[in-house]
C-alpha cells in the first residue's frame, strides 16, 4: 500500500515549470489544493522569490509554504521563520570577481527586492517583466541599501567552471548551479535542505514523512534530508541518482499520490 507522506515539497523551474515556462499549468494550484485539502502540506522550495512564488500559486499562497532563494528564507502561511544573509565583503568579492567574466549578468538577491546595476538594466527589465521579479536598478551593487542574501550570475548556456567558483568562494558561502543558466552563491551553510528543516521542526514533522521533486544541485541537500526524494529525469548528472523515484511530470506524480497510488519507502 502506497504511504501517505506528511509534507510534500518541491523545486519550480525544471519540475512543476517545464520547459522555461514561467507559469504554472491552470490545474497545478487545484492540485496543490486538493493536496492541502486530504490533509498533506505543500511547500515550494526554490530558488525564486518569494512574492514571485506567491503570484505563481495565488490561489493557495497563504495556505503553503514557502523556501526560497534557494534557502536564504523560508515562509509559513505568511510568516517569516529563516533569514540567512552574506557577510559584506564576501558579497563585494563576489560582485567583483563576477565583473570580470564578459557576458555574465550579475542578479543580486536581498529580501526586499532583486538588483541589478544601470548596465544591465535590459536584463532586469526581462526578469522583471517575463519572470515577474521585483527588480530595483541601481549605479552600484556595492551599496544595495539592504543585506546580500543570493549573488547570481547569469550567461546564456551557464557558466560551466563551478569547480572555479567554488575553489574561489566555497568556505565563505555555498556555490550551486540553480537551473541551466544560472550559477548562485549563497551564505555559508545556506540550502533548501537547511531552510526546510526549520520548517519542518516548526511544524512538528519528521524529514522521513516527507517527498521532495528536485532537479538541480540546489535541491542536493533538501533530497538527502527527506525521506521520499523523487529526482527528475532531465535531472543534472550527480542529482538524478538522489532519488528514489523518478519522474517526468511532477503533476502527474502528485496526482498519483492522491489517488493512492503513490511511493513506497
Same mark, same amino acid.
Given at each position: 500500500m502506497a504511504?501517505?507522506?506528511a509534507l510534500?515539497?518541491?523545486?519550480l523551474d525544471g519540475t512543476l515549470l517545464l520547459n522555461g515556462k514561467?507559469?504554472?499549468?491552470k490545474d497545478a494550484p487545484n492540485i496543490v489544493r486538493r493536496i492541502m485539502d486530504s490533509g498533506i502540506i505543500f511547500v515550494a522550495a526554490s530558488?525564486?522569490?518569494?512574492d514571485n512564488m506567491q503570484n505563481l500559486f495565488s490561489?493557495?499562497?497563504?495556505? $503553503?509554504?514557502?523556501?526560497t532563494d534557494n534557502g536564504c528564507l523560508a515562509y509559513w502561511q505568511g510568516e517569516r521563520i529563516w533569514r540567512q544573509t552574506m557577510e559584506l565583503e564576501t558579497g563585494r568579492k563576489i560582485i567583483a570577481a563576477l565583473a570580470d567574466v564578459p557576458g555574465v549578468k550579475t542578479f543580486v538577491a536581498a529580501?526586499?527586492?532583486?538588483?541589478v546595476d544601470t548596465e544591465h538594466k535590459e536584463f532586469g527589465d526581462f526578469m522583471r517583466n517575463a519572470v515577474g521579479f521585483t527588480v530595483t536598478v541601481v549605479d552600484s551593487l556595492y551599496d544595495i541599501g539592504e543585506p546580500y542574501m543570493k549573488i547570481s550570475a547569469y550567461e546564456e548556456g551557464g557558466l560551466t567552471d563551478t569547480a572555479h567558483w567554488k575553489e574561489l568562494f566555497g568556505d565563505t558561502c555555498t556555490v550551486q548551479t540553480g537551473g541551466f543558466d544560472w550559477l548562485d552563491m $549563497?551564505?555559508?551553510g545556506a540550502n533548501k535542505g537547511a531552510a526546510m528543516a526549520i520548517l519542518l521542526d516548526k511544524l512538528g514533522i519528521s524529514a522521513a514523512d516527507c517527498i521532495m521533486f528536485g532537479d538541480n544541485e540546489n535541491d542536493r541537500e533538501i533530497l538527502s534530508l527527506?525521506?521520499?526524494p523523487i529526482t527528475m529525469t532531465t535531472a543534472v548528472e550527480g542529482i538524478k541518482p538522489l532519488g528514489k523515484y523518478h519522474t517526468d511530470n511532477v503533476e502527474k506524480s502528485l496526482k498519483r499520490i492522491l489517488d493512492g497510488e503513490g511511493y513506497e519507502w
Open positions: 504511504r501517505k507522506p510534500i515539497a518541491s523545486d514561467q507559469s504554472l499549468s530558488g525564486r522569490r518569494y490561489t493557495v499562497k497563504d495556505d $503553503i509554504g514557502y523556501v529580501e526586499k527586492s532583486c538588483y $549563497i551564505p555559508a527527506v525521506g521520499c
